[in-house]
Every structure is written in structure tokens, then in C-alpha cells.
């Protein structure tokens, strides 16, 4: 079956510092990527998707670009703030009877002022 | 455009008793699906409904069940409860038919936080 596999936090940064949270991968097909963030007391808000390989899906300043040779789909910033303290999940939609998505445990992000 | 609400925001409850949990979508929006959120197993999808018809489930025990309204409002129950239902149930609502050939963005509600003692 499908999978998602995130790094484990929390990530802790000092403001401004530059995030990488790793997502890689495990679908058949052609699945869609998004990342999905909490932020406290809230449900996920979608933050960003990529549909297709190499495609780029970016958000607030977020990035993340669909790797199909790695199985990858790594979430960038190049400055965080304090603001985007939450907790950001990977998660993929396969194609036909995988549709339900399928969802990382969910990386912590604590950014210091 | 209110967002997605669920009801009650809180609940405590003791072992071998039932709930039930309420989730009205954003107006407009057919599609209800809820999860199971919890930081052993992450987020775990429970059903999936679409103009009153459970369109999928997820492998949870028959405890759990759901139903959806003529007004799209959905409610999830879960009979004799169990130490290990404590988690924050989360119910998403899209527009479209959702099933696997029609992908609409989900909105997710703030969750209902059910604690089994």
C-alpha cells in the first residue's frame, strides 16, 4: 500500500533560518503530493501540492517539487518566522481505488525569535 | 464563507460508552470524509461519504460508524468505547463527488478531542 515517510521533529530554528522537513514516498502510479499544516488548536489547512513529476508546488514562501526518481518531496523556506511554528504533514493521493489520501506523521516546527 | 465546525470541540467519555460527533462542512460542500488523528498512528482515514452514501471506509473496527444527512451534515459514532479511541477526530469537507476520479481540495475542521478514561 501506499506510505509516507517524514522526518521527525521537532525541527527547532532561530527566525530566519532556512527549513528543509524531508517527505519521501512509497505509491504506485502517479500519485499527487501536498503538504498540509496545523497550526495550534486548528484542523490541517492545505499549504501546497505538486500533481506531477517535477512540478513545483510553493505557497508563502514555502516550496516543495515533486521528485519522481527519488520519491521524494521535500518542504523549503528560505526564512522562516516565528509565525510558522505549526506541525506540517506530507501527504499523498493515489490514483484510482488509492484515492483516500494517505498521510506522514507530521513533523513539529518550533521557530525562535 | 464559514469553514468547516465540529461539535463538541472536547469530549470526556469512560470505557464501554458510546459518542457521537458532528460535523456540519462549508456550505456548498457534498463530500465529508473524517480521520482519526492520534501521535502513535498519525492520521488515519476513517469514511468517506457523498450525498448521504458511505463511499469508502478505512480499516477500523464495526464500532465505528457514520452517516451523512440530507444537508450534507455528517455524524460519527463510536459504541463501546475504548482506552485506545482517545484521539482528535478530524472531519474534512470538499466539493465535488469526491471518490477517486473527482479530487477537490479538503477543508479540515478544528477537530473534537475525545478523551476515554
Known amino acids: 500500500g501506499n506510505s509516507v515517510t517524514q522526518m521527525e521533529g521537532p525541527v527547532t530554528l532561530s527566525e530566519e533560518a532556512f527549513l528543509t522537513i524531508n517527505c519521501t514516498y512509497t505509491a504506485t502510479g502517479y500519485p499527487s503530493l501536498f503538504w498540509y499544516v496545523q497550526y495550534p488548536g486548528e484542523g490541517l489547512q492545505l499549504l501546497l501540492k505538486?500533481?506531477?513529476?517535477?512540478d513545483k508546488g510553493s505557497n508563502k514562501g514555502f516550496e516543495a517539487t515533486y521528485r519522481k526518481e527519488t520519491t521524494s518531496f521535500h518542504l523549503e523556506k528560505g526564512s522562516v518566522q516565528v509565525s510558522d511554528s505549526a506541525v506540517y504533514f506530507c501527504?499523498?493521493?493515489?490514483?484510482?481505488?488509492?484515492?483516500?489520501?494517505?498521510f506522514g506523521r507530521g513533523t513539529s516546527l518550533i521557530v525562535h525569535p | 464563507k464559514a469553514g468547516v465546525t465540529q461539535t463538541p470541540r472536547y469530549l470526556i467519555k469512560t470505557r464501554g460508552q458510546q459518542v457521537t460527533l458532528s460535523c456540519s462542512p462549508i456550505s456548498g460542500h457534498r463530500s465529508v470524509s473524517w480521520y482519526q488523528q492520534t501521535p502513535g498512528q498519525g492520521l488515519q482515514f476513517l469514511f468517506e461519504y457523498f450525498s448521504e452514501t458511505q463511499r469508502n471506509k478505512g480499516n477500523f473496527p464495526g464500532r465505528f460508524s457514520g452517516r451523512q444527512f440530507s444537508n450534507s451534515r455528517s455524524e460519527m459514532n463510536v459504541s463501546t468505547l475504548e482506552l485506545g479511541d482517545s484521539a482528535l477526530y478530524l472531519c474534512a469537507s470538499s466539493s465535488g463527488s469526491g471518490g477517486p476520479y473527482s479530487y477537490n481540495e479538503q477543508f479540515f475542521g478544528p477537530g473534537t478531542r475525545l478523551t476515554v478514561l
Open positions: 501527504a499523498l493521493r493515489g490514483s484510482g481505488g488509492s484515492y483516500i489520501p494517505t
Open positions: 505538486a500533481t506531477k513529476a517535477d
